[in-house]
Structures are given as structure tokens and as C-alpha cells.
């Protein structure tokens, strides 16, 4: 198949480098990504979400998105959003696991074996769901 003109220049100009950094082509994208991309172009297309539903399912079948998470896209894609990537999370939850909490639950334990979890949890003040 021959592409028009206008369609080599763009991809060609896909794989173009600035500043010594490549831009990624839509084939290298992993395909959670590059589902987003495609939602993003079937917004800017005026699709509905019931016809840019079908169209991914359609191509990605079982690797596809689960249908609220293409919901979700497609309404900040609506709503104007303009990156395709994930937002930010907050980092790692803190930890109750330092040395000094490893050797005050040891020593308990040593001095009554028969102390359970909660007993703990209540004598030394950390919480027993903590990571």
C-alpha cells in the first residue's frame, strides 16, 4: 500500500531526533499507552465513547482495557486533558519495619511467647495492618 505524501512526511517526521532525544513511534508504545493515544485521536475525531469503545476492543481484543478504564480516558480526554500518561502517585506508604521495632517485638515475644499480634500491636503502639 502507498502512503499520500502528507502521511510519509508525519511519519517519517515521528522518527525524527531533538536534541539527541528520539520521539517514540506509536509502535513502541506498550499497549495500555497506546490505547490512550488512540482514545486521544478518537476524541479529537468527535467518536462517542460507544464508537471508540468498539473500534479498541475491536483491535486489542484480549488486551484490551477493561471497559471502565477506557471510560475514564475518554472522559479526561473530553475534558481537554492533553498527556497520555500516568499521573503521579504518592510514593511508597511508610513502613513500621525498622530495627529498632524488629528487636522490641523480639524481646517481647522472648519474654511471653504466648503474646498474640494485638497484644503486641497494643504494647509497642504500631498498628498490626502496617506493611
Excluded: H
Excluded at 475514564?72 to 475534558?79: G, L, P, S, Y
Amino acid at each position: 500500500m502507498v502512503l499520500p505524501a502528507r502521511c510519509e512526511r508525519i511519519a517519517t517526521s515521528l522518527n525524527r531526533t531533538v536534541s539527541g532525544d528520539t520521539f517514540p513511534t506509536l509502535s513502541s508504545l506498550d499497549k495500555p499507552m497506546e490505547q490512550r493515544v488512540n482514545l486521544k485521536f478518537f476524541v479529537k475525531l468527535g467518536k462517542t465513547f460507544t464508537e471508540a469503545y468498539a473500534m479498541v476492543k475491536e483491535v486489542y481484543r484480549n488486551e484490551c482495557l477493561f471497559r471502565l478504564q477506557i471510560f475514564e480516558w475518554f472522559k479526561r480526554f473530553k475534558e481537554g486533558r492533553e498527556t497520555t500518561e500516568d499521573d503521579p502517585r504518592p510514593e511508597r506508604p511508610s513502613t513500621s519495619k525498622t530495627n529498632e521495632n524488629i528487636e522490641k517485638n523480639g524481646k517481647l515475644i522472648s519474654e511471653d511467647s504466648r503474646l498474640s499480634i494485638r497484644e503486641l500491636a497494643e504494647i509497642t503502639g504500631i498498628d498490626r495492618c502496617v506493611n
